[in-house]
């Protein structure tokens, strides 16, 4: 493992000490919380219409270790103050496998939240391991994946309710080979350039005080997504999905959460990257693939300081061919610890790090907000 010389907070706090050098003696204060004097960046993101700079390690097993850096703008509609507030993003990272991706990211609310919208543009090129079991053994194929990538989301409120339906839609031409020779025998069909392109209907209850770091209420997804010719997919299947983040207090410093997630494809034509995957902290992603996958996990966060807090989190997940393989067997195990900072009091926005074991071993995680559905 790299070390990490620098923790995320100082690096944010280095920054806006020089950005903030020499500014005129009415906004040396931005930086500071009216409340407890403490470094918080709320005024500058709100009144200043600001940027938090994020640089930071990207430390997910599946892509090795490397670099990511970006700028994180948050917005605040004053007309509706109850509103949850906006966000925009653009950055890009590297990794120590030549894998590195660049993205434009925003996501906003309008008409007092009657409206929600998310939309993301990038290009993606990286090396991932893939793991199939063939007469009892399992093999491993390392791939380069390279691809634009357009995600376009719509979500409307149900009146007076927490309640809102939509869908999105999602389309890319993907590039896929091998980084290993004698590969394409076993792996057949794996190397070439595959068009997909989807669309997804979505619903979602939301009551959660607040989209960055939640303290109570319930965000739960169901979705159901086409991918068929007419959307310029060249696979016809069907995938269904179902996640719920549940949050509230234990005790008055304490915030209980657990995350219950099943993913499904419904189909024989499915793509090899297509199949849903276990994700959670402690597993590499694409390690552990199938038809079907079953996840649990929970995490607590202890409030031991207004800025200060610690997270404890642990989980388990199966993945599957079919649920009539849903037994006691094969499930696997991951959890960890991790400490986060209030870096901006107005939004509850908290950043930190994680390090969390599974069966793979060890890794470490970077933060920002939430590590679940946002």
Do not use: C
């Amino acid at each position: 493992m790299l070390p990490i010389k620098k923790p995320l907070l100082l690096v944010l706090m280095i920054f806006f000490s020089l950005f903030g050098y020499g500014q005129k003696e009415k906004k040396e204060g931005i930086f500071r919380d009216t409340l407890d004097g403490k470094f918080d960046a709320s005024s500058w993101l709100a009144d200043y219409h600001g940027f938090l700079p994020v640089i930071m390690p990207i430390t997910e097993p599946a892509v090795d270790y490397g670099i990511g850096a970006g700028l994180i703008f948050l917005h605040r509609n004053k007309k509706y103050p109850k509103q949850p507030p906006g966000m925009s993003a653009i950055g890009g990272g590297y990794t120590f496998n030549n894998s590195w991706m660049l993205f434009l990211f925003h996501r906003n609310h309008y008409l007092n939240d009657r409206i929600r919208y998310t939309g993301a543009l990038g290009y993606a090129d990286v090396n991932l391991n893939f793991y199939r079991k063939i007469l009892d053994r399992e093999l491993r194929a390392n791939m380069n994946l390279n691809a634009p990538l357009l995600f376009q989301q719509l979500m409307f409120r149900i009146p007076k309710t927490r309640l809102f339906l939509g869908g999105f839609f999602l389309t890319s031409n993907l590039e896929s080979k091998f980084n290993e020779t004698n590969l394409g025998d076993v792996f057949q069909g794996w190397s070439r350039t595959f068009k997909t392109g989807s669309l997804t209907a979505k619903t979602f209850w939301d009551s959660r005080d607040n989209t960055f770091t939640p303290n109570k209420g319930i965000y739960a997804i169901a979705e159901y997504g086409f991918h068929e010719n007419w959307l310029g997919s060249e696979f016809v299947y069907k995938d269904a999905n179902f996640r719920a983040y549940m949050y509230g207090h234990w005790l008055a410093k304490v915030v209980f959460g657990l995350r219950v997630q099943t993913d499904n494809v419904i189909g024989d034509d499915v793509p090899y990257f297509a199949k849903p995957f276990l994700s959670m902290r402690g597993m590499p992603a694409m390690r552990y693939q199938g038809s079907n996958t079953l996840l649990f996990e929970t995490e607590e966060r202890w409030d031991f300081n207004p800025r200060w807090s610690m997270v404890g989190f642990v989980g388990t997940g199966k993945a599957m061919e079919g649920y009539n393989e849903l037994n006691f067997d094969d499930w696997k195990w991951a959890g960890g610890a991790g400490i986060r900072y209030l870096m901006a009091r107005w939004f509850n926005f908290y950043g930190g790090f994680d390090l969390a074991a599974g069966e793979e071993g060890f890794a470490f995680y970077v933060t920002v907000g939430s590590n679940w559905g946002r």
